[in-house]
Structures are given as structure tokens and as C-alpha cells.
């Protein structure tokens, strides 16, 4: 997996551990501000999905170091979403609740969790 740079944005591409099953690992980084993020993004999380349905594994996503992300960045999470339950790809998005917008954001994002292919965690 590759990393990403888009603006303000990184994501990290963490190497996968020794063990087979471990998940695709992002750690967001900067803020993700751009007006159309979905333009970088949604070709990522393309290679992203493929990547993990190749592995058979989830894909987890580390928001702790992120400053900031605007409503279209959530637009293309909700997305990501989207794609990874219709591949039956889990997907686990960690966040700092000790950061109020943090809270704030994934707690919106807890109408998408019905099943067990979609995991908030604080960490």
C-alpha cells in the first residue's frame, strides 16, 4: 500500500505485521481540507478495498492524528463505507473522542454501524 498526499492531508500506509490476518492500517495525518477531496480519495480507497479483499483482511483507519476534516471529506468516508460493506470488507475507523469535533463526527457516523462490518472505536 502506498501513502497519500493531498493538501494538508496525509495518510500513512502502515506495513502490515508479520501476521497474515492483520488489517490494511491508514493513519490520517494533517487536515483534510480540500474542496474535492473525492477526486484523490476515491481512487485511493479503490486500491485500498483491493488491496484488503485480495489480503481477506479489514481495513482500519487511525484518525487520532488528524487536525481536521470538512464535510465533503466525510462524504467520501460515508462512501468508503458504502463500498467496503458491499464487498464485505470490514472496516474500523479509530478516533480520539477526547477531541470534541472527533466526538462529534463519528457519533454521526454511528447510523452507518448495523452491522459487525463496521467498527467505531475510540481510542
Sequence with gaps: MRNLIVGDLRIEAVPPEE???????LVWKGKSNNRHP?????PYFREVLATASARKVAIELHFEELEHFNSSTVTSIIQ???????????LILV???ALKWQKLSFDALR???KDDLLELRSA
Excluded at 501476521?19 to 492500517?25: D, I, L
Excluded at 468508503?80 to 470490514?90: E, F, G, N, T, V
Design 95 to 97: 478516533y480520539d473522542q
Design 19 to 25: 501476521a497474515a490476518a492483520s488489517p490494511v492500517r
Design 38 to 42: 473525492a477526486e484523490a480519495l476515491t
Design 111 to 113: 447510523v452507518f454501524a
Design 80 to 90: 468508503l463505507i458504502q463500498d467496503s460493506r458491499a464487498r464485505s470488507i470490514k
